[in-house]
């Protein structure tokens, strides 16, 4: 025929079809039908409904780990997007963490993505990471003392930059497997003349902790001979 052809669209709910006004746009399973109108010796001709399927736009959002130090600013937080939303249209996709600059080191925090779940013409696959709070470093330092017999105790001085830190002091090397059976917290003097190396270990919370050594040698004091 010649008549006019027009392409009809429906959607249907049991065995009954619903006409749509305008062509589908947004996900889902949908009919056509092909109608073209009677011309000169042709009657109208109205095909057979045809169903086709619009497919959800597939979106692909992946968070990246990120870490920092204790007590210092957040890393910036960031994910890969695979696929894109069609222009004009907006997911609000965000991305946010548990983790603060206070949080404890040590720890891994969530990192998690979010995005508009009414935006339902989207399948969306979410994969979230984690966020690693790190310990914070100690400055530490102990000079070795060097003294002449004078009667006297005499220990070294750990100093450190970090309040209420915890020093633990010992005759062998100590590390965090040991310290507390090893060493202990009393800082110990010497009197008598000789050389005598202190072991120290430093820790705190959220903090690397820190060993080292220094050296306390007393120098025999000079005589003094009366004839």
Do not use: C
Not at 210 to 216: P, Q, R, T
């Amino acid at each position: 025929g010649t008549g006019n052809v027009e392409l009809s669209y429906y959607t249907k709910s049991g065995s009954t079809y619903n006409k749509l006004s305008v062509k589908p746009k947004d996900a889902g399973t949908y009919y056509v039908s092909i109608n073209e109108a009677a011309a000169g010796n042709y009657a109208e001709s109205v095909s057979a409904y045809r169903e086709f399927i619009i497919s959800k736009a597939v979106i692909k959002l992946e968070a990246e780990a990120a870490s920092s130090i204790y007590y210092e600013p957040l890393a910036e937080l960031k994910y890969k997007e695979t696929g894109t939303a069609v222009t004009g249209e907006d997911l609000g996709i965000k991305i946010s963490t548990n983790a603060t600059a206070a949080s404890p080191a040590g720890s891994n925090y969530d990192i998690t993505i979010t995005y508009d779940t009414a935006m339902t013409n989207y399948a969306v696959t979410v994969t979230n990471a984690k966020y690693t709070v790190i310990n914070a470093a100690m400055k530490v330092n102990a000079a070795d003392v060097n003294v002449t017999y004078d009667g006297k105790a005499h220990s070294i001085s750990v100093n450190n930059d970090i309040a209420g830190a915890a020093v633990y002091y010992g005759a062998t090397a100590l590390n965090a497997e040991n310290y507390n059976t090893s060493g202990n917290t009393a800082n110990p003097g010497y009197t008598e003349a000789g050389s005598y190396t202190v072991f120290y270990f430093v820790m705190k919370p959220n903090y690397t902790a820190v060993s080292g050594s220094a050296k306390i040698t007393v120098s025999k004091a000079g005589q003094t001979v009366h004839v």
